[in-house]
């Protein structure tokens, strides 16, 4: 069957939407939309605009590996270049007449009969395809604590990740709800203007320095007239990454080292007392997600500053109450409470059967080899549950994933079969494997409570083990893995 003729749908144009668009061009699929409901591709890059975000792994390791970026200004790229970066891809792809903006998916159902997924967006219009491919992205839906009171303050609150650039903060009294990787972030420069900005801490975690350095032209110049050398800063970058693997590793030697490391930056920057014994994180390094930031602990240091090493109890209509009884006034409030992680209920999907995907994952999502499902015929995901790899940079396994992906659709086409369902059995082999595999990472372990294992006690983010491994199941897997009909 004719390459051409397979109509794909893509949900999201982030960077999972651009690297499954790029491969489908790469291997002849050209009849495919991408719908974002955004205006602009880009997907948290474009939706995300906080004061003082960036990335927080190397600029040059974050890149489509096909499309390295000479013009990083710095080894850590801030939000509006990583922006433009992947927004210029979609177009030197040749993505952007596929993309569909502004159109949000609410529903995506299997018809049986015609082996046809029917995808409808928030105006009700359809759209028939043979195949669809979900790359709505992993952590995106703003997560909010769930304590009394919340709409009843009278002053602005926002999500950290929605963020309210009409309220100026100069001079106001601002509480930050939280004290992971988008606080580390917010909270310097918010702390640079607000009269008086309380930070509430519910578990301490690791930060290790950030070491932001800007590239001089000389060097950007040199990247872009000198490719093996921005390979091998490329390639520099990737292995410092692949380190922070090994530091996930229960038993690890690497685990000690970065702990070791962690805890002097902390004593350097901050002198002995409450403080600091409050930011001394009291779990393994890796079971949380580890930070990098070298502004944050001097801006708790600052006098207009405050940590309280509490979480959130209620909030009332003229400030909050802490869990350990304190009442502030604040004007503001602003969650840094992270996301809803792997939220299948995002858009209502129905596969064979009228099998509903939100139930079929219930409270511990598994994908096969973090692409496919079983009941859910020619339904795949870019970054499905444990699609994810720990030692190697978000594109890097994002690329092995949709090259699988489209090597599938390939055998379908050769093979004129009309769906592709993962088998059943298969499926669950592999997940038991992963099932025996969790405990051996931080992350993974049952000492464990972060986002990345749910209340069921399964750890559905992150693959365990290393790209090695998890290229290997891919290289191995193929049509053979699935029911043909
Ligand atoms: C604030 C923030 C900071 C982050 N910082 C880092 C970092 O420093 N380092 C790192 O490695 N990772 C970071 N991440 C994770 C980051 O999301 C990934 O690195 C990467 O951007 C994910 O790409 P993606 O394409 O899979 O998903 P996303 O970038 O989330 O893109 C998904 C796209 O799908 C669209 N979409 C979703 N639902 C629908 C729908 N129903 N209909 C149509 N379109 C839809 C969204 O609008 C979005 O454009 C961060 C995430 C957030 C939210």
Same mark, same amino acid.
């Given at each position: ?288 997600? *580890? $930070? +990098?930031?070298?502004?944050? &602990? ?5 006098? /207009? =500053? @405050?940590? %309280?090493?509490?979480? #959130? ?73 444990? *699609? $994810? +790899?720990?030692?190697?940079? &978000? ?5 092995? /994933? =949709? @090259?699988? %992906?489209?090597?599938? #659709? ?76």
């Amino acid at each position: 069957m004719d390459r051409s003729s397979l109509r794909i749908a893509i949900i999201g144009a982030g960077p999972s939407g651009l690297a499954t668009g790029h491969e489908l061009l790469a291997k002849g699929f050209s009849n495919f939309t991408i719908f974002e409901k955004a205006p602009k591709p880009g997907g948290t890059w474009h939706l995300h605009t906080y004061p003082g975000l960036a990335c927080d792994v190397w600029a040059h390791s974050y890149t489509f590996s096909y499309a390295p970026n000479p013009s990083w200004t710095a080894n850590f790229a801030e939000q509006p270049e990583i922006e433009t970066y992947l927004q210029r891809c979609a177009t030197e792809f040749g993505l952007d007449p596929h993309i569909r903006a502004d159109t949000r998916i609410v529903r995506v159902h299997f018809e049986e009969v015609r082996a046809e997924w029917s995808l409808e967006d928030d105006s009700g219009e359809r759209f028939l395809f043979d195949v669809v491919i979900s790359a709505m992205g992993n952590q995106h839906t703003a997560l909010f604590p769930s304590v009394p009171g919340m709409e009843s303050f009278e002053g602005p609150s926002w999500h950290g990740t929605q963020w309210n650039h009409d309220v100026k903060l100069e001079g106001q009294r601002v509480v930050i709800v939280g004290s992971a990787a988008s606080a580390v972030q917010i909270v310097p420069e918010v702390a640079k203007v607000a009269g008086q900005l309380t930070v509430l801490q519910r578990t301490p975690n690791w930060i290790m320095p950030r070491g932001r350095k800007f590239y001089s032209e000389t060097k950007r110049k040199l990247f872009r007239l000198v490719p093996p050398y921005l390979r091998m800063i490329q390639r520099g970058q990737r292995f410092l990454m692949g380190m922070v693997h090994d530091a996930a590793t229960l038993g690890h030697k690497r685990m000690e080292d970065f702990e070791k490391r962690g805890l002097s930056y902390l004593e350097k920057v901050l002198p002995e007392g409450e403080l600091r014994d409050a930011l001394t994180p009291d779990t393994r390094f890796g079971c949380k997600r *580890g $930070l +990098v930031s070298d502004d944050f &602990y001097p801006a708790l240091l600052r006098d /207009n =500053v @405050e940590l %309280i090493a509490s979480g #959130l109890a209620e909030v009332t209509p003229t400030g909050i109450v802490t869990s350990d009884g304190r009442r502030l006034e604040a004007d503001v409030i602003i969650y840094c409470t992270g996301y809803r992680i792997l939220d299948f209920d995002r858009f209502e999907v129905r596969g064979r059967d009228g099998l509903d995907l939100t139930e079929a994952m219930g409270d511990s999502p598994q994908a096969h080899k973090g692409i496919a499902r079983p009941g859910f015929p020619n339904y795949f995901f870019a970054v499905g549950p444990n *699609g $994810l +790899v720990l030692n190697v940079p &978000y594109f890097i396994t994002v690329e092995r /994933n =949709v @090259e699988s %992906i489209v090597r599938l #659709l390939e055998q379908k086409q050769e093979k004129g079969a009309r769906t592709l369902e993962v088998k059943e059995s298969l499926h669950q082999d592999y997940n038991a494997w992963m099932d025996s595999q969790f405990e051996l990472y931080s992350w993974g372990d049952s000492s464990c409570t972060s986002y990345y294992r749910t209340d069921a006690g399964r750890a559905p983010f992150l693959f365990p083990g290393n790209f090695k491994t998890y290229a290997q199941f891919h290289d191995e897997g193929g049509i053979h893995e699935f029911d043909l009909a």
